[in-house]
């Protein structure tokens, strides 16, 4: 039997066949468009140099995104998230869930989780070791875990999750409108080959398959590009969109769903300059990520009681439970008007024990 490091050796060589095949077909259309189509082909220089500046701008911008999707490495939890050697080392000892899981809770409590296992259980990654962040997945193809995990792709050898998921939905974008470009423009020489108008050469294989080609990767990316899209616009990755995600009070499809608008800066950043561009401007860390108020969750309610003690004045009153991705959401204006309402009433009422609601609106 071969030894373990050769059959992975074996297995990561393997996985670049698919991205091999891709640059094959790449670089052949770019022969077969350029030289066969543009040079050998299209009579009219001006219809040629139209040609070759639309299709060098689709054509670099695709191989710029796929690169960026391809090499860029997939962002792992923080060393915050691994358990401290003692604990470590008493979770592995520990033969009983039960006693592991009250470990993994005590470390839990100073990490930012939102996010439960189906049993309502901290996500512990026994292979890699660590608590997983919200929305993190191990990857068993990478064999590590990922954040903000939303498939391994085979076409990229990589796995598509919160470092280059942006440059995963522009090498979609450009990949259709690369294709779409070059099934249009050859679509007429197209007819004249297949109807015997212009005569038969060398060129007239490549035009014929070219077009075919194009063709078959535009149906392709497009129902993928699409699906993507409204992933987007819903704030889900696949596996999100396949298995609801756990939160404290159960699992919500839309837990991560700020509104449209939000859901498209998460991924490609508040600067629209740059949203085109393959370059990383996605909001947060791969983290921790906003929330949906949720009413049920003690740390996720959309109207927070806080008891203030007779001896306290308003300075002193204990901040909300509320999380730290919902306070984000609060105004500084509405915070002033609460403080503002309670101590109008504090100055005409006896110091008592008091009860402030404060009523948080949950955007769609």
């Known amino acids: 039997m071969a030894p373990t490091h050769v059959l992975r050796c074996c297995q990561r060589s393997l996985a670049w066949i698919p991205v091999i095949f891709i640059a094959l077909v790449v670089c052949w259309s770019y022969y077969a468009y350029v030289v066969e189509l543009c040079v050998f082909t299209i009579p009219s220089i001006g219809e040629q140099i139209v040609y070759m500046i639309f299709f060098h701008l689709f054509f670099i911008m695709f191989v710029w995104s796929y690169w960026k999707t391809i090499f860029t490495h997939p962002a792992n939890p923080s060393k915050e998230f691994c358990l401290p050697k003692p604990e470590k080392e008493r979770y592995e000892k520990e033969e009983r869930p039960e006693n592991q899981q009250e470990i993994l809770w005590r470390a839990a409590t100073s990490l930012p989780l939102y996010t439960r296992t189906g049993a309502g259980a901290i996500r512990y990654c026994d292979r ?92 392709s990316i497009l129902s993928l590009f699409s699906y993507h899209l409204w992933l987007v616009g819903k704030n889900r990755s696949t596996i999100e969109a396949f298995r609801a995600p756990v939160f404290r009070a159960g699992s919500d499809k839309n837990g991560f769903s700020l509104g449209f608008r939000k859901n498209i800066a998460q991924v490609f950043g508040d600067q629209k300059k740059y949203w085109l561009l393959p370059i990383f401007t996605s909001q947060g860390d791969g983290l921790l990520f906003p929330t949906r108020l949720v009413s049920a969750d003690v740390e996720q309610q959309a109207t927070v009681t806080l008891q203030q003690e007779p001896s306290k004045s308003v300075v002193d009153v204990p901040g909300s439970p509320v999380s730290e991705s919902q306070n984000r959401l609060l105004s500084s204006k509405q915070k002033t008007n609460n403080i503002a309402e309670h101590q109008e009433n504090n100055s005409h009422t006896p110091a008592e024990s008091e009860t402030i609601t404060i009523s948080i609106e949950s955007e769609s």
């Open 128 to 219: 890699c070791q660590v608590i997983k962040p919200d929305r993190c997945h191990h990857c068993s193809a990478c064999d590590m875990c990922v954040l903000k995990m939303d498939h391994h792709c085979p076409w990229v050898n990589n796995c598509v999750g919160f470092s280059n998921y942006k440059f995963f939905i522009l090498f979609l974008a450009y990949s259709l409108l690369y294709c779409l470009f070059i099934a249009a423009t050859v679509l007429q020489y197209f007819i004249k080959f297949w109807t015997n108008e212009l005569p038969d050469t060398h060129a007239k294989f490549h035009v014929l398959f070219l077009f075919f080609v194009a063709a078959m990767f535009c149906i």
